[in-house]
């Protein structure tokens, strides 16, 4: 029996999924209970820290990315055209992710199956840094949930509430992070069709 040397690259070695965008494959970086935010370094596939979380802004969910997704061109072009602006670029990442599960996991850098409901148009700094909602396929508390809309207000504010700190220096007065719309399932899987379709202009398939 012989086995393989090499590990498949997060990123460009695993597929969005055979369902995608209806369900696709996560890549998750960080789980709720860590105080270092990593994220796969795009040459080696290896998780790297990106930096300590020095204020108490903790992920409130799973945190990763689409594999084989690219943030570019079309997901611009498709930010533009529902906020009017002019001159944004795609932020040149994986499609960001955030995965709710009432399971508990103690680190990332694993696999898992979700089902996108929705998802914040968040600019940073002119460039198109969507956040895709999701929930985790067969989860016994969201697995059923098909829509944002179907979330608690609580649980969106808590989660727009990270995205639009998590990169705050307390009294820097810098942050230029916004989220401009919350968006439901349909426009999700169209934002995601379009990072695939990103991804194969990029890279080919």
Not at 101 to 117: D, R, T, Y
Not at 124 to 132: F, G, P, S, T, Y
Not at 148 to 175: A, C
């Amino acid at each position: 029996m012989t086995h393989s040397k090499f590990t498949l690259h997060p990123w460009h070695g695993i597929s969005a999924g055979d369902e995608a965008p209806e369900t696709v494959t996560a890549f998750i970086e960080i789980v709720p209970t860590d105080t270092i935010k990593y994220e796969v370094d795009k040459k080696s596939g290896w998780l790297k820290v990106d930096r300590p979380q020095q204020f108490s802004n903790i992920v409130p969910a799973l945190y990763g990315f689409i594999p084989q997704t690219w943030c570019n061109t079309l997901v611009a072009e498709h930010c533009m055209q529902k906020t009017g602006r002019q001159n944004i670029a795609g932020d040149k990442d994986p499609m960001d992710i955030l995965v709710l599960s009432e399971k508990a996991f103690p680190n990332g850098g694993f696999l898992v199956q979700a089902i996108p409901i929705g998802g914040f148009r968040m600019i940073d700094k002119n460039e198109a840094d969507d956040k895709i909602l999701a929930v985790m396929k067969n989860d016994a508390v969201y697995g059923n949930i098909k829509d944002v809309s179907e979330l608690s207000s609580g649980i969106v504010e808590r989660l727009k509430h990270y995205f639009l700190t998590y990169k705050d220096m307390p009294g820097s007065g810098n942050n230029k992070v916004e989220i401009t719309h919350i968006y439901g399932s349909a426009e999700a899987k169209q934002i995601i069709k379009h990072s695939i379709n990103d991804y194969l202009q990029e890279y080919g398939a």
